[in-house]
């Protein structure tokens, strides 16, 4: 299936994040936060709600051990990940 191989290829590359113990769903939004896509253009593209990827994005912002006045997560993930 096309989508599923587009949905795969987008996900963070796991061995890079591995120690930090992200699902397959925040390895997804976390890929496409590295590509710039906002919220609503993820939720769009996983067919899920703006809502719910704006927790994952919290999640994710737990698991790596930043807020809002360290760094956006964009910059973070690009900077960290790439």
Not at 18 to 39: C, H, M, N, P, V
Not at 58 to 70: A, S, V
């Amino acid at each position: 299936n096309m989508m599923l191989l587009k949905l795969d290829s987008n996900a963070m590359d796991s061995s890079k994040i591995q120690e930090k113990d992200l699902t397959f769903r925040e390895k997804q939004i976390a890929g496409y936060i590295q590509k710039g896509l906002s919220s609503k253009e993820i939720s769009d593209i996983l067919c899920i709600s703006k809502k719910t990827v704006d927790f994952h994005r919290t999640n994710l912002r737990k698991k790596f051990r930043i807020d809002e006045t360290q760094a956006d997560l964009k910059s973070f993930l690009m900077s960290e990940y790439q």
